[in-house]
């Protein structure tokens, strides 16, 4: 990057073959997971992915903001000879794209936003809902781990099971699926995950609504886990604020291609064709 950062980065497909698709992936502070995904796709256009920076093995020290995340993707974009691409962000990569877009709109063919953005009051429902899905005592030994001021490396996997498993429709397999993560999406850049929360929060998505229905092109989409412990209502509202449909994904969570994977390979084929004209 032009201040020096070195950002990991991968491709699938003929990458001579445009627009690409670029994966964004969540976090903020893990490396990028969405290796899974992309193979769906890989045969209707390349599809690239990387860590951001301070993540996996882009690493980077010094703070993080929003705005040189959106760099980052401008400057991969133009170190790819890429100059306009289809964004499929998740979780927090949906507000990446949703930035990005704000800041180059001529920049983004198309863009499907997977399990977020989140808009409005969602958190008070999120956190219920994790909580109802969690035993009393897998709820007290969370807040342990979370209020210890240094965690062993077992501590830490423990911790992010603990997290992520209420992400999932099904929660025996959901736990399984959390485990793994816990020990592949490492280590969790718990400064970078603080320091672009805090800004998120300063400078909500929710007050550029307006803005980004006005630059979004002309093919966008939003899909989410009808059991996603974030409420789906939250989608549904800014899906009607920004005049988008909203593809529902019965039985999964956050990461609805582990719990449906045809159902989430179908609508990812049927967007990406559309979008390259295949």
């Known amino acids: ?20 698709v670029v994966m964004l992936h969540g976090g903020p502070g893990l490396p990028d997971y969405l290796g899974v995904v992309a193979p769906m796709i890989a045969d209707l256009a390349p599809v690239y992915r990387y860590d951001q920076r301070g993540t996996g093995r882009s690493p980077w020290r010094g703070r993080h903001c ?8 401008a400057e991969l974009l133009d170190a790819w000879g890429v100059p306009k691409a289809v964004l499929i962000g998740h979780s927090y990569g949906t507000d990446l794209a949703s930035r990005f877009c704000l800041a180059h709109p001529d920049r983004v063919a198309a863009m499907l936003l997977m399990c977020g953005p989140f808009v409005g009051e969602w958190r008070t429902g999120d956190r ?8 009393a005592a897998q709820r007290e030994r969370l807040r342990a781990l979370e209020a210890a001021p240094r965690r062993t490396e077992e501590q830490e996997v423990e911790l992010l099971t603990l997290a992520w498993f209420t992400d999932h429709a099904d929660p025996e397999r959901g736990w399984h699926w959390a485990a793994q993560g816990a020990r592949q999406r490492r280590p969790v850049n718990w400064a970078m995950n603080s320091e672009l929360g805090k800004e998120a929060r ?50 999964a ?10 159902a989430v390979r179908g609508h990812l084929r049927r967007f990406v064709q559309g979008a390259v004209g295949t």
């Not at 929003?66 to 993707?73: I, P, T």
């Not at 219920?128 to 035993?135: H, L």
């Not at 093919?219 to 909203?246: K, M, N, T, Y």
Request: proline share 9%.
């Open 1 to 20: 990057m032009t201040d020096g950062a070195q950002l990991r980065w991968t491709a699938l497909g003929d990458t001579t073959r445009k627009p690409p």
């Open 66 to 73: 929003g705005a040189r995340h959106v760099d980052d993707l």
């Open 128 to 135: 219920a809902e994790r909580e109802r899905r969690m035993s």
């Open 202 to 251: 300063a400078d909500p998505l929710d007050e550029h609504l307006a803005d980004l229905r006005a630059h979004l092109p002309a093919r966008a989409e939003l899909l989410g886990g009808v059991h996603d412990p974030r409420p789906l209502s939250a989608l549904a509202s800014l899906a009607f604020r920004l005049a988008l449909p909203l593809t529902r994904i019965e039985d």
């Open 253 to 262: 969570g956050h990461e609805p291609w582990l719990e449906q994977p045809d």
